[in-house]
Nanobody, 123 residues
Framework: QVQLVESGGGLVQAGGSLRLSCAAS????????MTWFRQAPGKEREFVAG????????YYGDSVKGRFTISGDNAKNTVYLQMNSMKPEDTAVYYC????????????????WGQGTQVTVSS
């Protein structure tokens, strides 16, 4: 069992930055994909970014490429999402998720989820 706890959400102006953190209850990086999703009101949950440590690979959704960066600290069992040049359309609840295996964009493929953290970008 893996527990995930997100933090770092809040209110930011357009063009600003935020960094989200996802702390895992135990070491997951060696074999797990760690991924960020987001869900805006009235919309489906959307893939944002994922990292697979065993392959040193990162993946990004088209809407955040070049603006967001996913990274992690293996010693702290923590994954980060650095969000720069933020836009009002980035407003959503951001969720951290984990699965054993490669990064995929399908929410149903993830076994573990955090409770989510609200990010609001004002125009």
């Amino acid at each position: 069992q893996v527990q995930l706890v997100e933090s770092g959400g809040g209110l930011v102006q357009a063009g600003g930055s935020l960094r989200l953190s996802c702390a895992a209850s135990r070491r997951t990086f060696s074999s797990y994909a760690m991924t960020w999703f987001r869900q805006a009101p009235g919309k489906e949950r959307e893939f944002v970014a994922g990292i697979l440590w065993s392959a040193s690979s990162t993946y990004y959704g088209d809407s955040v490429k070049g603006r967001f960066t996913i990274s992690g600290d293996n010693a702290k069992n923590t994954v980060y999402l650095q969000m720069n040049s933020m836009k009002p359309e980035d407003t959503a609840v951001y969720y951290c998720a984990a699965r054993y295996g490669p990064v995929v964009v399908f929410t149903a493929s993830y076994d573990y989820w955090g409770q989510g953290t609200q990010v609001t970008v004002s125009s």
